[in-house]
């Protein structure tokens, strides 16, 4: 794990990145934002024709997928710390 501004060109080239936040506060994200499935705004964020409100909507830190049920099993935060 490593800060935005210590994401290397060469991270990007051989790495599948895992980006956390938003476009102002995450440099990688800013950098790619336009070609993102998910969209922020201050009010809220979008994917697709779906849109949520920033007051009562957030991204879980974790989510676990039943590729055969095609459907999330799990999801959730973690704690400062970074446990569940």
Known sequence: MRD?????AADI????????????GNRMLARSA???PVKFAAQGG???KHRYSADK???PDYAVWDTAGAKIVL???CNEDWRM
């Open 57 to 59: 909507h957030v991204l």
């Open 4 to 8: 935005d501004k210590d994401v290397a």
């Open 34 to 36: 336009g070609r993102l």
């Open 46 to 48: 979008a994917m697709g």
């Open 75 to 77: 999801a959730g935060f």
């Open 13 to 24: 080239a051989s790495s599948n990145l895992v980006l956390w936040g938003d476009p102002g």
